[in-house]
C-alpha cells in the first residue's frame, strides 16, 4: 500500500513578498511583489521596483523575474 504523492502546490499569495529583478534600457532594477489580483479571471501579481515602476504580471512573467533574481541579474 504505497501512499499517492500529491505534487507541491502553493497559492497565489506564496509569491507576495518575493523579490525579482528586471532589466530594463540595459539597467537591471530589484523589485517585490505586493500583491496578487484577480480582475478578469486571470491571476496578476503586482510588482513595485526601486525606480517606483509598478507592474502586473502573469505567472510565466513572473517566473522569470524570480529565475533573474536568483542568478543576481544575469
Do not use: I
Request: charged share 30%; hydrophobic share 35%; aromatic share 14%.
Amino acid at each position: 500500500n504505497k501512499k499517492m504523492m500529491r505534487p507541491y502546490q502553493v497559492t497565489a499569495e506564496f509569491y507576495v513578498g518575493a523579490e525579482v529583478m528586471k532589466c530594463f534600457n540595459n539597467r537591471w532594477f530589484r523589485g517585490r511583489v505586493d500583491r496578487v489580483t484577480q480582475d478578469t479571471g486571470e491571476l496578476l501579481w503586482h510588482v513595485t521596483f526601486s525606480d517606483f515602476d509598478e507592474e502586473e504580471y502573469t505567472l510565466e512573467q513572473l517566473a522569470c523575474l524570480l529565475s533573474h533574481h536568483r542568478q543576481g541579474g544575469e
